[in-house]
Protein backbone atom coordinates (compact mmCIF):
# COMPACT_ATOMS: atom_id res chain seq x y z
CA UNK A 1 0.00 0.00 0.00
CA UNK A 2 1.14 3.14 -0.67
CA UNK A 3 0.95 4.59 2.61
CA UNK A 4 2.53 1.93 4.41
CA UNK A 5 5.82 2.33 6.47
CA UNK A 6 7.92 -0.14 4.48
CA UNK A 7 6.70 1.78 1.07
CA UNK A 8 7.85 5.27 2.79
CA UNK A 9 11.12 3.81 3.92
CA UNK A 10 11.95 2.06 0.55
CA UNK A 11 11.26 5.67 -0.82
CA UNK A 12 13.76 7.21 1.12
CA UNK A 13 16.14 4.99 1.43
CA UNK A 14 16.60 5.15 -2.80
CA UNK A 15 16.59 8.75 -2.72
CA UNK A 16 19.46 8.84 -0.68
CA UNK A 17 20.81 5.90 -2.51
CA UNK A 18 20.66 8.28 -5.57
CA UNK A 19 22.32 11.67 -4.33
CA UNK A 20 25.04 9.48 -2.65
CA UNK A 21 25.74 8.13 -5.83
CA UNK A 22 26.12 12.42 -7.08
CA UNK A 23 27.59 14.25 -4.45
CA UNK A 24 29.00 16.82 -5.77
CA UNK A 25 25.75 17.64 -7.76
CA UNK A 26 23.59 17.03 -4.87
CA UNK A 27 26.03 20.04 -2.70
CA UNK A 28 25.48 22.06 -5.48
CA UNK A 29 21.96 22.09 -5.87
CA UNK A 30 21.41 22.39 -2.34
CA UNK A 31 24.15 25.99 -1.92
CA UNK A 32 21.01 28.51 -3.44
CA UNK A 33 18.93 26.69 -0.27
CA UNK A 34 21.55 27.19 1.93
CA UNK A 35 21.68 30.92 0.62
CA UNK A 36 18.35 31.52 0.87
CA UNK A 37 17.46 30.48 4.11
CA UNK A 38 20.46 31.96 5.85
CA UNK A 39 19.09 34.83 4.18
CA UNK A 40 15.66 34.46 5.40
CA UNK A 41 16.89 33.92 9.17
CA UNK A 42 19.94 37.09 8.73
CA UNK A 43 17.22 39.44 7.13
CA UNK A 44 14.55 38.99 10.10
CA UNK A 45 17.78 39.25 12.85
CA UNK A 46 18.93 42.23 11.21
CA UNK A 47 15.98 43.91 10.64
CA UNK A 48 14.93 42.97 14.74
CA UNK A 49 17.99 44.50 15.64
CA UNK A 50 17.78 47.68 13.25
CA UNK A 51 14.45 48.10 14.65
CA UNK A 52 15.35 47.51 18.45
CA UNK A 53 18.14 49.88 18.52
CA UNK A 54 15.60 52.53 16.57
CA UNK A 55 12.87 51.99 19.06
CA UNK A 56 15.64 52.42 22.34
CA UNK A 57 16.77 55.63 21.00
CA UNK A 58 13.66 57.19 20.34
CA UNK A 59 12.42 55.84 24.16
CA UNK A 60 15.53 57.31 25.42
CA UNK A 61 14.72 60.73 23.77
CA UNK A 62 11.36 60.53 25.72
CA UNK A 63 8.45 58.03 23.62
CA UNK A 64 6.40 58.99 26.50
CA UNK A 65 7.60 62.61 26.97
CA UNK A 66 4.70 65.83 25.67
CA UNK A 67 6.47 69.22 24.92
CA UNK A 68 4.56 72.33 24.85
CA UNK A 69 5.76 75.43 23.14
CA UNK A 70 4.37 78.95 22.68
CA UNK A 71 3.52 79.83 19.17
CA UNK A 72 4.58 83.18 17.79
CA UNK A 73 1.79 84.59 15.67
CA UNK A 74 3.12 87.05 14.00
CA UNK A 75 3.09 90.88 14.04
CA UNK A 76 -0.90 89.99 13.75
CA UNK A 77 -1.32 89.37 17.58
CA UNK A 78 1.74 90.22 19.59
CA UNK A 79 2.80 88.20 22.50
CA UNK A 80 2.23 89.52 25.68
CA UNK A 81 4.28 88.61 28.71
CA UNK A 82 1.23 86.66 30.42
CA UNK A 83 1.29 84.54 27.59
CA UNK A 84 4.69 82.62 27.94
CA UNK A 85 4.73 79.32 30.16
CA UNK A 86 5.87 79.67 33.21
CA UNK A 87 6.60 78.19 36.78
CA UNK A 88 2.62 78.19 37.84
CA UNK A 89 1.71 76.26 34.76
CA UNK A 90 4.50 73.51 35.55
CA UNK A 91 2.69 73.26 38.81
CA UNK A 92 -1.00 73.16 37.32
CA UNK A 93 -0.18 70.70 35.14
CA UNK A 94 1.47 68.25 37.55
CA UNK A 95 -1.82 69.01 40.04
CA UNK A 96 -4.54 68.79 37.00
CA UNK A 97 -2.98 65.73 35.52
CA UNK A 98 -2.97 62.64 37.48
CA UNK A 99 -0.60 60.72 34.29
CA UNK A 100 2.13 62.98 34.66
CA UNK A 101 4.87 61.66 36.79
CA UNK A 102 7.21 65.09 36.12
CA UNK A 103 7.42 68.16 34.83
CA UNK A 104 10.48 70.64 34.19
CA UNK A 105 10.92 73.56 32.00
CA UNK A 106 13.70 75.03 30.00
CA UNK A 107 14.51 78.30 29.17
CA UNK A 108 17.73 79.33 27.19
CA UNK A 109 20.01 82.06 26.18
CA UNK A 110 22.89 83.06 23.88
CA UNK A 111 26.07 84.77 25.32
CA UNK A 112 29.48 84.73 24.66
CA UNK A 113 32.04 83.38 27.43
CA UNK A 114 35.77 84.52 28.06
CA UNK A 115 37.88 81.46 28.63
CA UNK A 116 41.86 82.25 28.62
CA UNK A 117 41.34 85.50 26.51
CA UNK A 118 39.04 83.49 24.20
CA UNK A 119 35.44 84.29 23.09
CA UNK A 120 33.60 81.03 23.27
CA UNK A 121 29.70 81.39 21.70
CA UNK A 122 27.34 79.79 24.20
CA UNK A 123 23.47 79.15 24.87
CA UNK A 124 22.74 79.11 28.30
CA UNK A 125 20.34 76.76 29.40
CA UNK A 126 18.07 76.91 32.38
CA UNK A 127 16.60 74.17 33.99
CA UNK A 128 14.07 73.37 36.33
CA UNK A 129 14.44 70.62 39.06
CA UNK A 130 12.65 67.76 37.13
CA UNK A 131 15.12 68.13 33.93
CA UNK A 132 17.41 65.41 34.51
CA UNK A 133 14.90 62.97 35.44
CA UNK A 134 12.70 63.77 32.38
CA UNK A 135 15.74 64.24 29.86
CA UNK A 136 17.94 61.42 31.58
CA UNK A 137 21.38 62.99 30.67
CA UNK A 138 24.80 61.76 31.54
CA UNK A 139 27.86 63.04 33.79
CA UNK A 140 30.77 62.27 32.07
CA UNK A 141 32.92 63.86 34.67
CA UNK A 142 31.82 65.51 38.08
CA UNK A 143 28.08 65.06 38.98
CA UNK A 144 24.58 66.86 38.30
CA UNK A 145 22.73 69.15 39.93
CA UNK A 146 20.99 68.28 43.27
CA UNK A 147 18.27 69.99 45.27
CA UNK A 148 20.36 72.92 46.49
CA UNK A 149 21.46 73.75 43.89
CA UNK A 150 18.32 73.92 41.86
CA UNK A 151 16.94 75.43 45.20
CA UNK A 152 19.16 77.86 46.43
CA UNK A 153 20.31 79.78 43.20
CA UNK A 154 23.57 78.06 43.35
CA UNK A 155 25.89 79.94 40.80
CA UNK A 156 26.98 76.23 39.12
CA UNK A 157 26.86 74.78 35.98
CA UNK A 158 27.31 71.63 33.78
CA UNK A 159 28.75 72.03 30.11
CA UNK A 160 28.79 69.21 26.96
CA UNK A 161 31.54 67.68 26.11
CA UNK A 162 32.27 69.16 23.20
CA UNK A 163 32.29 72.45 25.10
CA UNK A 164 34.93 71.09 27.82
CA UNK A 165 37.47 69.76 24.65
CA UNK A 166 37.14 73.12 23.18
CA UNK A 167 37.83 75.74 26.26
CA UNK A 168 39.67 73.14 28.68
CA UNK A 169 41.39 70.91 26.01
CA UNK A 170 44.42 69.57 28.45
CA UNK A 171 42.88 70.24 31.75
CA UNK A 172 39.33 69.04 33.68
CA UNK A 173 37.17 71.81 33.45
CA UNK A 174 35.32 70.61 36.73
CA UNK A 175 36.03 72.96 39.48
CA UNK A 176 37.09 75.83 36.96
CA UNK A 177 35.39 78.93 36.82
CA UNK A 178 33.50 80.11 34.08
CA UNK A 179 32.46 83.88 33.33
CA UNK A 180 29.20 84.72 31.57
CA UNK A 181 28.96 88.07 31.53
CA UNK A 182 28.89 89.47 35.12
CA UNK A 183 28.23 86.42 36.51
CA UNK A 184 30.77 83.63 37.50
CA UNK A 185 30.32 80.04 37.63
CA UNK A 186 31.97 77.06 39.17
CA UNK A 187 31.79 74.28 36.78
CA UNK A 188 30.90 71.47 38.89
CA UNK A 189 30.26 68.37 35.86
CA UNK A 190 30.60 67.71 32.22
CA UNK A 191 27.11 66.18 30.47
CA UNK A 192 26.35 64.19 27.65
CA UNK A 193 22.58 63.31 26.03
CA UNK A 194 21.84 60.03 26.46
CA UNK A 195 20.95 59.38 23.17
CA UNK A 196 20.53 61.49 19.74
CA UNK A 197 17.67 63.87 20.45
CA UNK A 198 17.06 64.10 16.41
CA UNK A 199 17.09 67.85 17.37
CA UNK A 200 13.71 67.88 19.50
CA UNK A 201 15.48 69.30 22.04
CA UNK A 202 17.02 72.53 23.35
CA UNK A 203 20.53 71.05 24.32
CA UNK A 204 23.19 71.43 21.60
CA UNK A 205 27.06 71.66 21.21
CA UNK A 206 27.32 74.91 23.20
CA UNK A 207 25.05 74.38 26.14
CA UNK A 208 25.92 75.55 29.09
CA UNK A 209 23.00 74.23 31.35
CA UNK A 210 22.01 76.21 35.03
CA UNK A 211 19.54 76.29 37.77
CA UNK A 212 16.96 78.06 36.37
CA UNK A 213 16.05 81.34 38.61
CA UNK A 214 19.66 82.21 37.65
CA UNK A 215 18.00 83.03 34.29
CA UNK A 216 16.10 85.69 35.95
CA UNK A 217 19.02 87.51 36.10
CA UNK A 218 19.42 88.03 32.25
CA UNK A 219 16.07 88.44 31.21
CA UNK A 220 14.95 89.87 34.03
CA UNK A 221 11.29 87.18 33.97
CA UNK A 222 10.92 83.67 34.91
CA UNK A 223 8.89 81.99 32.07
CA UNK A 224 9.94 78.92 30.09
CA UNK A 225 10.51 78.56 25.61
CA UNK A 226 10.27 74.90 25.99
CA UNK A 227 8.01 72.76 28.68
CA UNK A 228 8.67 68.73 29.66
CA UNK A 229 5.44 66.83 31.00
CA UNK A 230 6.34 62.95 31.39
CA UNK A 231 3.58 60.45 31.25
CA UNK A 232 3.27 57.55 33.34
CA UNK A 233 3.25 55.28 30.38
CA UNK A 234 3.41 55.29 26.53
CA UNK A 235 -0.36 55.06 26.63
CA UNK A 236 -0.94 57.71 28.34
CA UNK A 237 0.55 59.86 26.01
CA UNK A 238 -2.07 61.20 23.88
CA UNK A 239 -4.73 61.91 26.83
CA UNK A 240 -1.47 64.09 28.21
CA UNK A 241 -0.94 65.57 25.73
CA UNK A 242 -4.42 66.96 25.49
CA UNK A 243 -4.60 67.79 28.88
CA UNK A 244 -1.29 70.02 28.45
CA UNK A 245 -2.69 71.79 25.75
CA UNK A 246 -6.15 72.51 27.41
CA UNK A 247 -4.57 73.61 30.98
CA UNK A 248 -2.26 75.92 29.24
CA UNK A 249 -5.38 77.53 27.46
CA UNK A 250 -7.07 78.00 30.54
CA UNK A 251 -4.29 79.73 32.32
CA UNK A 252 -3.91 82.13 29.15
CA UNK A 253 -5.78 84.66 27.81
CA UNK A 254 -7.56 83.03 24.40
CA UNK A 255 -5.48 84.55 21.75
CA UNK A 256 -2.10 82.73 23.22
CA UNK A 257 -0.96 79.55 21.58
CA UNK A 258 0.62 76.99 21.69
CA UNK A 259 2.34 74.10 20.24
CA UNK A 260 1.55 70.84 22.02
CA UNK A 261 3.16 67.41 20.75
CA UNK A 262 4.71 64.29 21.40
CA UNK A 263 7.22 61.68 19.80
CA UNK A 264 4.65 58.86 19.71
CA UNK A 265 4.74 59.70 16.03
CA UNK A 266 8.68 59.78 15.73
CA UNK A 267 8.12 56.05 17.14
CA UNK A 268 5.23 54.88 15.03
CA UNK A 269 7.02 56.05 12.14
CA UNK A 270 10.02 54.06 12.63
CA UNK A 271 8.05 50.64 13.83
CA UNK A 272 6.33 50.99 10.10
CA UNK A 273 9.50 51.82 8.47
CA UNK A 274 11.49 49.07 9.92
CA UNK A 275 8.30 46.57 9.39
CA UNK A 276 8.62 47.46 5.75
CA UNK A 277 12.60 46.71 5.26
CA UNK A 278 11.88 44.24 6.71
CA UNK A 279 9.35 42.52 4.38
CA UNK A 280 11.00 44.46 1.70
CA UNK A 281 14.23 41.91 2.83
CA UNK A 282 12.03 39.21 3.36
CA UNK A 283 11.18 39.37 -0.18
CA UNK A 284 14.45 39.37 -1.14
CA UNK A 285 15.31 36.00 0.42
CA UNK A 286 12.53 34.80 -1.14
CA UNK A 287 13.48 35.85 -4.32
CA UNK A 288 16.89 33.92 -4.00
CA UNK A 289 14.78 31.00 -2.58
CA UNK A 290 13.08 30.80 -5.97
CA UNK A 291 16.17 31.19 -8.14
CA UNK A 292 17.36 27.91 -5.95
CA UNK A 293 14.11 26.18 -6.41
CA UNK A 294 14.29 26.78 -10.19
CA UNK A 295 17.97 25.58 -10.01
CA UNK A 296 16.47 22.28 -8.10
CA UNK A 297 14.37 22.37 -10.77
CA UNK A 298 17.48 22.38 -13.67
CA UNK A 299 18.87 19.81 -12.07
CA UNK A 300 16.69 17.11 -11.41
CA UNK A 301 15.05 17.43 -14.81
CA UNK A 302 18.70 16.69 -16.46
CA UNK A 303 18.81 13.83 -13.75
CA UNK A 304 15.29 12.28 -14.88
CA UNK A 305 17.04 12.31 -18.32
CA UNK A 306 20.36 10.74 -17.37
CA UNK A 307 18.12 7.93 -15.18
CA UNK A 308 15.37 7.27 -17.91
CA UNK A 309 17.08 3.57 -17.75
CA UNK A 310 16.73 3.06 -14.37
CA UNK A 311 13.66 4.10 -14.48
CA UNK A 312 12.07 1.82 -17.21
CA UNK A 313 13.64 -1.17 -15.34
CA UNK A 314 11.85 -0.45 -11.85
CA UNK A 315 8.55 0.13 -13.99
CA UNK A 316 9.38 -2.78 -16.01
CA UNK A 317 9.74 -4.96 -12.35
CA UNK A 318 6.28 -3.53 -11.66
CA UNK A 319 7.03 -0.41 -9.63
CA UNK A 320 3.77 2.05 -9.94
CA UNK A 321 3.90 5.68 -10.72
CA UNK A 322 3.27 7.01 -7.62
CA UNK A 323 6.77 5.52 -6.58
CA UNK A 324 8.68 6.75 -8.83
CA UNK A 325 6.91 10.44 -7.98
CA UNK A 326 7.28 10.42 -4.44
CA UNK A 327 10.67 8.72 -4.84
CA UNK A 328 12.09 11.98 -7.16
CA UNK A 329 9.71 14.45 -5.10
CA UNK A 330 11.62 12.75 -1.86
CA UNK A 331 15.17 13.84 -3.45
CA UNK A 332 13.82 16.89 -4.21
CA UNK A 333 12.49 17.77 -0.35
CA UNK A 334 15.61 16.11 1.28
CA UNK A 335 17.99 18.78 -1.09
CA UNK A 336 16.15 21.59 0.24
CA UNK A 337 15.30 20.26 3.60
CA UNK A 338 19.07 19.58 4.53
CA UNK A 339 19.89 22.89 2.64
CA UNK A 340 17.41 24.56 4.75
CA UNK A 341 18.71 23.09 7.94
CA UNK A 342 22.33 24.20 6.99
CA UNK A 343 21.65 27.44 6.08
CA UNK A 344 19.30 27.76 9.68
CA UNK A 345 22.62 26.75 11.37
CA UNK A 346 24.51 29.92 9.89
CA UNK A 347 21.97 32.13 10.04
CA UNK A 348 21.61 31.09 14.15
CA UNK A 349 25.30 30.80 14.54
CA UNK A 350 26.38 34.45 13.32
CA UNK A 351 24.34 36.12 15.44
CA UNK A 352 25.23 34.05 18.46
CA UNK A 353 28.92 34.04 17.69
CA UNK A 354 28.49 37.99 17.37
CA UNK A 355 26.29 38.33 20.74
CA UNK A 356 29.70 36.44 22.42
CA UNK A 357 32.15 38.37 21.20
CA UNK A 358 30.03 41.40 22.75
CA UNK A 359 31.30 39.46 26.15
CA UNK A 360 34.95 40.58 24.76
CA UNK A 361 36.05 44.38 26.20
CA UNK A 362 38.33 45.35 23.69
CA UNK A 363 35.73 43.50 20.74
CA UNK A 364 32.97 44.80 22.19
CA UNK A 365 34.23 48.55 21.97
CA UNK A 366 35.13 48.24 18.67
CA UNK A 367 31.78 46.43 17.34
CA UNK A 368 30.03 49.41 19.21
CA UNK A 369 32.30 52.10 17.15
CA UNK A 370 31.34 50.87 14.27
CA UNK A 371 27.69 48.71 14.49
CA UNK A 372 25.74 50.97 17.31
CA UNK A 373 22.68 48.53 17.20
CA UNK A 374 25.11 45.81 18.76
CA UNK A 375 25.02 47.63 22.21
CA UNK A 376 21.13 46.49 22.25
CA UNK A 377 22.02 42.76 21.86
CA UNK A 378 21.15 40.62 18.93
CA UNK A 379 17.67 39.01 19.04
CA UNK A 380 16.80 35.53 16.62
CA UNK A 381 13.32 35.62 15.35
CA UNK A 382 12.55 31.84 15.84
CA UNK A 383 9.37 32.66 13.86
CA UNK A 384 12.42 33.25 11.02
CA UNK A 385 13.80 30.12 11.66
CA UNK A 386 10.53 28.50 11.03
CA UNK A 387 9.52 30.43 8.33
CA UNK A 388 13.06 29.89 6.66
CA UNK A 389 12.43 25.42 6.82
CA UNK A 390 8.93 25.80 5.93
CA UNK A 391 9.43 28.13 2.32
CA UNK A 392 12.80 26.25 1.70
CA UNK A 393 10.89 22.75 2.00
CA UNK A 394 7.70 24.24 0.03
CA UNK A 395 10.55 25.18 -2.68
CA UNK A 396 11.69 21.78 -3.25
CA UNK A 397 7.80 20.68 -3.46
CA UNK A 398 7.21 22.54 -5.79
CA UNK A 399 10.19 23.06 -8.34
CA UNK A 400 10.65 19.08 -7.77
CA UNK A 401 7.15 18.66 -8.84
CA UNK A 402 7.99 18.57 -12.80
CA UNK A 403 10.51 16.63 -13.16
CA UNK A 404 8.99 13.98 -10.78
CA UNK A 405 5.81 13.90 -12.56
CA UNK A 406 7.76 13.65 -15.86
CA UNK A 407 9.70 10.69 -14.59
CA UNK A 408 6.50 9.00 -13.35
CA UNK A 409 4.64 9.52 -17.11
CA UNK A 410 7.94 7.67 -18.99
CA UNK A 411 6.65 4.59 -20.85
CA UNK A 412 8.61 1.28 -19.23
CA UNK A 413 9.02 0.15 -23.49
CA UNK A 414 10.43 3.27 -24.32
CA UNK A 415 12.68 4.22 -20.80
CA UNK A 416 14.60 0.79 -22.03
CA UNK A 417 15.17 1.30 -25.67
CA UNK A 418 16.87 5.07 -24.28
CA UNK A 419 20.63 4.41 -24.53
Not at 187 to 202: A, H, P, Y
Not at 239 to 253: N, Y
Not at 365 to 380: K, N, Q, S, T, Y
Request: proline share 5%.
Amino acid sequence: MRNTSAFWNETLQLAMQALRANKVRAVLTMLGVIIGSACIVLVVTVSLAGKRYIISEIEGVGSNLVVAEMVNPGESAPITLGDEITPGDLQAVKQAIPQVTEAAGTSDIHLTVMVNAVAHPIALVGVTEGFNAVRRLVAVHGRYFDQDDLMSRSKVCLITEQLASTMFPYDSPVGKDLAVGELHFTIIGVFRERVSTFGETEITPESVIVPFPLIKDYTGSEYFKTFYAQADSPDDVPLVTERVAEVLASRHRPGAKYHVYNLAGILSAAKSISMALTLLLIVVALIALTISGIGIMNIMLVTVTERTREIGIRKAIGAPRHAILYQFLAEAVLISGTGALIGIAIGILIPLTADAMLTIPTVADFLRDFVPAAEAGIPISWASVVLAFLVSCSTGVIFGYLPANRAAKLHPTESLRYE
